[in-house]
Structure formats: C-alpha cells, structure tokens
C-alpha cells in the first residue's frame, strides 16, 4: 500500500489541472485572477472523469487505513478492558 505516494500524485495532478486551465485561459488573454478563478472551478469536475482512477486508488487506500486503524483501536480497547487476544467474549 502506497496511500502518501497516491495521495500526493492525486494533489499534484488536480493542481497541475489547474493550472493547465489557467495557463489556457491566459493566452487569450484572460486576467490571472479571473482565469485561476475559473480555472478552480473547472477542474474539480473535470478531475472526477480525468482521474478516476487515481481517485478510486486513494479511496481503496484510505479505506484499508482506517479498517486497519479500528481493528487496532479494538485490540486496545479489549486490552483496556483486561481481555486477553483469545478471549470469546462478546459484548
């Protein structure tokens, strides 16, 4: 699992979108406020077809975090409680 390495080519690639966008609009002559302004905008739906699959690939990851995250916050919880690892006991 890379989450960090997906993470921050997820962020870079929707930024360089961005940027794409209002380099674009810039050569006809839009002012840069403007242009990045719409530049923002027109990335973030554009970025959910472009880099679906990058998406998806973070979502995985971050959802095997988090199931890994509760499985260990259990695990103290139940040492917390005195409860050994082989313990059946239900609550």
Not at 81 to 86: F, S
């Amino acid at each position: 699992m890379h989450l960090g390495r997906d993470v921050t080519l997820y962020v870079l690639a929707r930024l360089g979108m961005v940027a794409a966008v209002t380099v674009l609009l810039m050569l006809v002559n839009v002012p840069l406020l403007v242009a990045l302004a719409v530049g923002i905008v027109v990335a973030l739906p554009l970025s959910l077809f472009v880099l679906k699959g990058m998406r998806t690939r973070v979502a995985e990851g971050l959802n095997e975090r988090g199931a890994a995250r509760r499985v260990e916050r259990e695990r103290l919880r139940a040492q917390l409680r005195g409860e050994t690892p082989g313990d059946a006991t239900a609550a």
